[in-house]
């Protein structure tokens, strides 16, 4: 066997995949899939729809909160109770309105109030329903 010898000066330095070693090379041409267009699309438009609903939802806001005829917050002034030492809520629901029933009014001060149960303590202040309010 004989040893072959190489030398580097031989070699032609050709970019890879451009043809045979006459060719000149091709272009760089950018090739861009359907799949990785729909991801730059993605990319593009998603800002500018995030800062639109931003915008969106700001004006909306301020709208609602302006003092307005559109403003749908009403005000609401409640009168309380406080209840005795030994007064439950039956016993003020007969109070502040002896010709309803007491378990609707009970109902209704416990909602009201966001009480968890019709158990009241002595000194605890309570909002009374404006239907029960005026009597």
Known sequence: MTAASFSTASFSTVPFGTGSLGE?????????????RLVLATLVISPVLALGAVAGINATSAIATSDGAGSSAAVVDFEYVTINAG????????????????RDVVADI?????????????????????????R
């Open 24 to 36: 000149k090379p091709a272009s760089a041409r950018l090739r861009i899939t359907r799949r990785g």
């Open 87 to 102: 007064e439950s809520l039956w016993q003020v629901a007969e109070r502040i309105a002896p010709a309803s029933d007491p």
């Open 110 to 134: 416990v909602s009201l109030n966001q009480l968890g149960s019709s158990s009241v303590e002595a000194g605890q202040r309570l909002a009374i329903p404006s239907a029960y309010s005026a």
